[in-house]
């Protein structure tokens, strides 16, 4: 489970921070579930929300004017980083963050939250903000990991049923980072 994470957690950010957000429709030929993506028109600075067919709960927004948003039900717009309903109680704004997307999900096997921010806190503040909200959480934190030019910490809990993950990018002025969460629906309370 740690490799698929890392590896959409880094692809995340490499988009958040290209400022890129790929228009796609996906469904999911196993149980039908279908997600969609948009991006704003461009020079837009709010983004655009479209409507999901998954009998779970996915909803993802940005505040780029490349973001994208997915929400169950009925469709609408947002000027907030912050998805209505994400849980910042599970995975919070570091203070002095400036949040660009978020997203969320909750199936009936699957509970997930990532949050991509941007801070002129050095690599070491975001890391030791998120080991102890993690921490405070249950969750045993892995030693950090360079990775070529991001920093990556992990966390498990739960005989690693449970994982949590930040991975820090420098970019110029700051740093990028990206915190995110994948429990079971029943850990996520």
């Known amino acids: 489970m740690k ?3 890392i590896a959409l957690t880094a692809a995340a ?3 958040v921070a290209a400022g890129c957000t790929p228009a796609s429709e996906n469904t999911n030929a196993g149980t039908g579930e279908t997600s969609a993506t948009a991006s704003p028109a461009p020079g837009s600075a709010s983004p655009t929300a ?3 067919a998954s009998p779970g709960t996915s909803t993802t927004t940005g505040a780029s004017p490349s973001a994208s948003s997915t929400t169950t039900a009925s469709p609408s717009s947002t000027s907030s980083a912050i998805a209505d309903g994400f849980p910042t109680n599970l995975v919070p704004v570091m203070p002095g963050s400036t949040p660009l997307t978020t997203s969320f999900e909750e199936t009936s096997k699957l509970f997930t939250a990532s949050l991509s921010a941007t801070t002129d806190a050095p690599a070491k503040e975001i890391l030791a903000f998120y080991a102890k909200t993690f921490t405070a959480q249950g969750f045993t934190p892995a030693d950090p990991e360079v990775r070529k030019t991001a920093t990556v910490q992990q966390f498990s809990r739960s005989g690693a049923d449970d994982t949590a993950n930040v991975t820090v990018v420098p970019r110029e002025g700051g740093f990028t980072y990206t915190a995110s969460i994948n429990t ?3 850990s996520a309370k």
């Open 3 to 5: 490799k698929p994470l």
């Open 13 to 15: 950010l490499a988009l």
């Open 50 to 52: 479209s409507g999901s």
């Open 184 to 186: 079971l629906p029943e």
